[in-house]
């Protein structure tokens, strides 16, 4: 099992900035990648960025040029920072990992979630 424990969340104005964090625990070894999900009110959960082992990233087209996401391997920890935060980045944002188990197999695990508004 992996367990995944979120901090960072908060209220912010708009343009202001928040960093985002998810330690990984437990059995964490074979963690390919890990990753940021967000789900606003009454809107589906989406992908917000993600991080493989080797550093490759990829982030949601609305937050690009805003959020960065970065890992430390040896603390098996991800981050998110964000940037020039908007209303419409109000949601709470979930922490993925993806772990190989077997052959061509991936299971997923979720932190908890964490709240971040943006608001004046």
């Known amino acids: 099992q992996v367990q995944l424990v979120e901090s960072g969340g908060g209220l912010v104005l708009p343009g202001g900035s928040l960093r985002l964090s998810c330690a990984a625990s437990g059995s964490v070894v074979r963690i390919t990648a890990m990753g940021w999900y967000r789900q606003g009110t009454g809107k589906e959960r989406e992908l917000v960025a993600s991080i493989t082992r080797t550093g490759s990233t990829n982030y949601a087209d609305s937050v690009k040029g805003r959020f960065t996401i970065s890992s430390d391997n040896a603390k098996n920890t991800v981050y998110l920072q964000m940037n020039s935060l908007k209303p419409e980045d109000t949601a709470v944002y979930y922490c993925?990992?993806?772990?190989?188990?077997?052959?061509?197999?991936?299971?997923?695990?979720w932190g908890q979630g964490t709240q971040v508004t943006v608001s004046s």
């Open positions: 993925n990992v993806q772990k190989v188990t077997g052959w061509a197999h991936v299971d997923d695990y």
